[in-house]
């Protein structure tokens, strides 16, 4: 079982940068793909996939939302998935969570994770 820690949140201006880490315990962590989700403080909404990035971090997918503004990559020589998100803007707030998956495909499928983090918190905010 890989065990997953966020780190990076915080408050930033509107325009601003911040980037993400997620490190993860174990030595699966290269074998394993990853989604970098958000969930907003609305009761009954779902978590939002972001990014998804495959074992090797080849194969990376963006959502709408995000794509040209954020960047997903892996280093599993130190087990940190990163999340630079530039270009921030007030509706990017939420908590924002890593998840881990046995395959780029099932990234898609929040229930088919392995492992999730415990979230971390980005305020967008002037």
């Known amino acids: 079982h890989v065990r997953l820690v966020e780190s990076g949140g915080g408050l930033v201006q509107p325009g601003g940068s911040l980037r993400l880490a997620c490190a993860g315990s174990?030595?699966?962590?290269?074998?394993?793909?990853m989604g970098w989700f958000r969930q907003a403080p609305v009761p009954g909404k779902e978590p939002e996939l972001l990014a998804a990035i495959s074992g090797t971090g080849e194969s990376t997918y963006y959502s709408k939302s995000v794509k040209g503004r954020f960047t997903a990559s892996k280093d599993n020589a130190k087990n940190t998935l990163y999340l630079q998100m530039n270009s921030l803007k007030p509706e990017d707030t939420a908590d924002y969570y890593c998840a881990a998956f046995q395959f780029f495909h099932e990234v898609w499928s929040v229930n088919r994770s392995v492992s999730w983090g415990q979230g971390t918190q980005v305020t967008v905010s002037s």
């Open positions: 174990g030595d699966t962590f290269s074998t394993l793909a």
